[in-house]
């Protein structure tokens, strides 16, 4: 189910169960798209029968946030998916190409009022630490009491206070393993401490989805420590608007010779949200983060248009102005962006245009790179079988892809491209395959991209819910980056394998394999070239 509870046509509450009763949940924004992020309190049951099954979903008035009075109007769209047969339906129908804000079906209720929302989570911690001086002797012993509270206030049905000082994420969800080794651009992990997980969506600018060089424009991740915080997020007619402010301890965890240690960097940001229709918005962002005598300010300006019945644009200009802490000269710095998209049952293009200063800096915000100019444009084409002849396959996917920028920092012309042959059958099953070809620049060099990749997934039984392989094709190649005077050009073959399996109903346990076999390191006569071994 997908509830527009504030009846806005930007965001949105999509729940899941499964016949078991298994719960997941997304936040969808107009302007981010999907995030898995969020982990709301509600209730689902599933019960299996001779004709099927029946699922239930009770959702506390609690849990979300809508706009209480006499008259309340949401929206609401209801689907189901056979992963047997590789279907889906819906009520309302969902067109493809079509933005699923305007295709909810009106909800209303009369007399409706949202509980007073108060939440309290105080928190208690005390460590004692000793060190063994000799082996017969525990040194002094150094004790540490620590406490703080988190609090979540409704001062409306539509806009939400939370609050902390000194919160403790002791019970946090642990991140899942990322590889950091040998990587151009940093590794994302997602946000999921629940102070800071409320109304997060209204952060996000237009354009950033997708390839494009911005992730996210607020990553909460970057405030590791804070002491204390305050958010403020809500809804008030066509407004939406969010407010966050905090103080991060982590930049100040310095040796005690530093003459910054201790310090903490304060962090301010404001975001405000206009709707100019369903799906499409424009709206405004501003952040300040200070530390010791060093600031960085960003403002940026976004809008997002659905034109038509399966047409979107988007445009985002933010500038930045960098304070450094050695007393060198403020920095200034640009970026922008322009994306177009046209989709429909069969036909899928997109494109998008990038710009990036070489002084571009954003505190708050998890990009890949900067001092770039360029773009990327998708292109691709669905077929639909014949359903009688053909049972088990669902649609066949040719698609191109082409994505090239001048780096400037780098020093050269990034280019890639990529064909690729999808296809989708019954059983939650795909195969894929991809020709990879390009060059990219990495410290004064040019590096050849090379790679033949196909993976696929299937449901071949009940208790095997998903799998993913992908079998070393030819000698792919990238770059070694760990040492930068010296980088290399690898051949290297990769072959994870990926499968869940239910032996117990309610319970999914995954399984992972992996393979990686590098093949030549490089040619030249160097000291990396004679550790790794040249072939």
Request: charged residues 20%.
């Given at each position: 189910?997908?509830?527009?509870?504030?009846?806005?046509?930007?965001?949105?509450?999509?729940?899941?169960?499964?016949?078991?009763?298994?719960?997941?949940?997304?936040?969808?924004?107009?302007?981010?798209?999907?995030?898995?992020?969020?982990?709301?309190?509600?209730?689902?049951?599933?019960?299996?029968?001779?004709?099927?099954?029946?699922?239930?979903?009770?959702?506390?008035?609690?849990?979300?946030?809508?706009?209480?009075?006499?008259?309340?109007?949401?929206?609401?769209?209801?689907?189901?998916?056979?992963?047997?047969?590789?279907?889906?339906?819906?009520?309302?129908?969902?067109?493809?190409?079509?933005?699923?804000?305007?295709?909810?079906?009106?909800?209303?209720?009369?007399?409706?009022?949202?509980?007073?929302?108060?939440?309290?989570?105080?928190?208690?911690?005390?460590?004692?630490?000793?060190?063994?001086?000799?082996?017969?002797?525990?040194?002094?012993?150094?004790?540490?009491?620590?406490?703080?509270?988190?609090?979540?206030?409704?001062?409306?049905?539509?806009?939400?206070?939370?609050?902390?000082?000194?919160?403790?994420?002791?019970?946090?969800?642990?991140?899942?393993?990322?590889?950091?080794?040998?990587?151009?651009?940093?590794?994302?992990?997602?946000?999921?401490?629940?102070?800071?997980?409320?109304?997060?969506?209204?952060?996000?600018?237009?354009?950033?989805?997708?390839?494009?060089?911005i992730r996210t424009a607020v990553h909460t991740r970057?405030?590791?420590?804070?002491l204390c915080g305050l958010k403020l997020t809500g809804?008030?007619?066509?407004?939406?608007?969010?407010?966050?402010?905090?103080?991060?301890?982590?930049?100040?965890?310095?040796?005690?010779?530093?003459?910054?240690?201790?310090?903490?960097?304060?962090?301010?940001?404001?975001?405000?949200?206009?709707?100019?229709?369903?799906?499409?918005?424009?709206?405004?962002?501003?952040?300040?983060?200070?530390?010791?005598?060093?600031?960085?300010?960003?403002?940026?300006?976004?809008?997002?248009?659905?034109?038509?019945?399966?047409?979107?644009?988007?445009?985002?200009?933010?500038?930045?102005?960098?304070?450094?802490?050695?007393?060198?000269?403020?920095?200034?710095?640009?970026?922008?962006?322009?994306?177009?998209?046209?989709?429909?049952?069969?036909?899928?293009?997109?494109?998008?245009?990038?710009?990036?200063?070489?002084?571009?800096?954003?505190?708050?915000?998890?990009?890949?790179?900067?001092?770039?100019?360029?773009?990327?444009?998708?292109?691709?084409?669905?077929?639909?079988?014949?359903?009688?002849?053909?049972?088990?396959?669902?649609?066949?996917?040719?698609?191109?892809?082409?994505?090239?920028?001048?780096?400037?920092?780098?020093?050269?012309?990034?280019?890639?491209?990529?064909?690729?042959?999808?296809?989708?059958?019954?059983?939650?099953?795909?195969?894929?395959?991809?020709?990879?070809?390009?060059?990219?620049?990495?410290?004064?060099?040019?590096?050849?991209?090379?790679?033949?990749?196909?993976?696929?997934?299937?449901?071949?039984?009940?208790?095997?819910?998903?799998?993913?392989?992908?079998?070393?094709?030819?000698?792919?190649?990238?770059?070694?980056?760990?040492?930068?005077?010296?980088?290399?050009?690898?051949?290297?073959?990769?072959?994870?394998?990926?499968?869940?399996?239910?032996?117990?109903?309610?319970?999914?346990?995954?399984?992972?394999?992996?393979?990686?076999?590098?093949?030549?390191?490089?040619?030249?006569?160097?000291?990396?070239?004679?550790?790794?071994?040249?072939?």
């Amino acid at each position: 189910m997908s509830l527009d509870a504030l009846g806005s046509g930007q965001s949105s509450y999509d729940l899941f169960s499964n016949p078991s009763g298994i719960q997941g949940d997304i936040l969808n924004t107009s302007t981010r798209g999907e995030d898995t992020s969020p982990d709301w309190v509600w209730e689902s049951a599933g019960k299996v029968t001779e004709e099927g099954y029946t699922a239930e979903m009770r959702i506390p008035f609690k849990s979300i946030r809508f706009k209480s009075g006499a008259d309340v109007r949401m929206g609401v769209i209801f689907w189901r998916g056979v992963s047997r047969l590789g279907t889906s339906a819906s009520w309302p129908d969902l067109q493809r190409g079509k933005s699923i804000f305007t295709r909810y079906a009106p909800l209303r209720m009369h007399d409706l009022k949202q509980p007073r929302t108060l939440e309290v989570i105080p928190n208690l911690n005390y460590s004692l630490r000793q060190t063994r001086e000799t082996p017969a002797q525990w040194g002094e012993y150094d004790s540490k009491p620590d406490a703080g509270f988190t609090v979540k206030y409704g001062i409306t049905s539509s806009v939400t206070l939370d609050g902390t000082y000194r919160p403790d994420f002791i019970q946090v969800e642990s991140d899942t393993f990322q590889a950091e080794i040998n990587q151009r651009f940093p590794v994302f992990y997602s946000e999921k401490r629940s102070i800071f997980m409320e109304g997060m969506g209204t952060f996000e600018l237009a354009g950033t989805v997708g390839d494009g060089n911005i992730r996210t424009a607020v990553h909460t991740r970057r405030i590791v420590d804070p002491l204390c915080g305050l958010k403020l997020t809500g809804n008030l007619g066509n407004f939406t608007f969010a407010t966050l402010s905090a103080s991060n301890r982590a930049p100040g965890q310095l040796d005690v010779s530093d003459p910054n240690a201790g310090e903490r960097m304060s962090c301010n940001i404001g975001r405000v949200l206009y709707s100019v229709g369903k799906g499409s918005c424009s709206g405004g962002l501003f952040t300040d983060t200070e530390f010791a005598g060093r600031h960085n300010r960003v403002a940026a300006g976004d809008i997002s248009l659905h034109l038509g019945e399966h047409q979107s644009w988007s445009a985002t200009v933010i500038g930045s102005n960098t304070v450094p802490l050695d007393g060198t000269p403020d920095r200034n710095g640009m970026a922008a962006q322009m994306s177009y998209g046209d989709s429909s049952k069969r036909y899928e293009a997109s494109a998008q245009l990038e710009q990036y200063d070489h002084d571009f800096k954003m505190d708050t915000g998890s990009y890949n790179r900067t001092g770039i100019t360029g773009g990327w444009v998708y292109s691709g084409i669905s077929l639909y079988p014949n359903e009688t002849r053909f049972k088990w396959l669902k649609r066949v996917n040719p698609f191109v892809f082409v994505r090239g920028y001048r780096d400037r920092v780098q020093g050269g012309n990034d280019r890639v491209y990529v064909a690729a042959l999808r296809a989708n059958f019954t059983r939650q099953g795909y195969a894929q395959i991809n020709v990879v070809r390009g060059r990219e620049p990495w410290a004064g060099q040019l590096f050849d991209i090379r790679a033949v990749e196909m993976t696929g997934q299937a449901q071949p039984a009940h208790p095997l819910c998903t799998g993913l392989v992908r079998p070393p094709l030819g000698r792919p190649s990238r770059i070694y980056r760990q040492h930068h005077q010296h980088p290399h050009e690898l051949s290297d073959q990769q072959a994870p394998l990926r499968a869940r399996d239910r032996a117990v109903r309610q319970l999914a346990r995954p399984h992972t394999y992996g393979l990686s076999r590098i093949l030549r390191a490089c040619s030249g006569d160097c000291g990396l070239c004679r550790l790794w071994g040249a072939v």
